[in-house]
């Protein structure tokens, strides 16, 4: 079995930044793709960003595009969220997902579907 736990959320204002951390532990899940999704109060889970394998791929929403980076690191079996100017509307659970399968298709890439492990979430708050 493989865990997910995510670390680095909590309460920022308009306009700072934040880094989540995903470590997976049991075993290896280097070997497909990671992602992270997030779901705001009253709202459905959304897509926030995947990378596969190599790291030569990023697929990221069109709200977070250019505001968000991710990354990871294999050999710590990692994946990170880099957020900068972060707004209200950023504020959601964000969670960490992976999958043994590796998609270098966008849509794919996209879908929760696509993915078998969830981690537990870690809060972001926005505050304006």
């Known amino acids: 079995q493989v865990q997910l736990a995510e670390s680095g959320g909590g309460l920022v204002q308009i306009g700072d930044s934040l880094r989540l951390s995903c470590t997976a532990s049991g075993r290896t899940v280097s070997r497909g793709s990671m992602a992270w999704f997030r779901q705001a109060p009253g709202k459905e889970r959304e897509f926030v960003a995947s990378?596969?394998?190599?790291?030569?791929?990023?697929y990221y929403a069109d709200s977070v595009k250019g505001r968000f980076t991710i990354s990871r690191d294999n050999a710590k079996n990692t994946v990170f969220l880099q957020m900068n100017s972060l707004k209200p509307e950023d504020t959601a659970v964000y969670s960490c997902?992976?999958?043994?399968?590796?998609?270098?298709?966008?849509?794919?890439?996209?879908?929760?579907?696509?993915?078998?492990?969830w981690g537990q979430g870690t809060q972001v708050t926005v505050s304006s």
């Open positions: 997902a992976a999958s043994n399968t590796i998609y270098y298709d966008a849509q794919l890439a996209a879908r929760d579907q696509s993915y078998f492990y």
């Open positions: 990378i596969p394998r190599n790291g030569d791929a990023t």
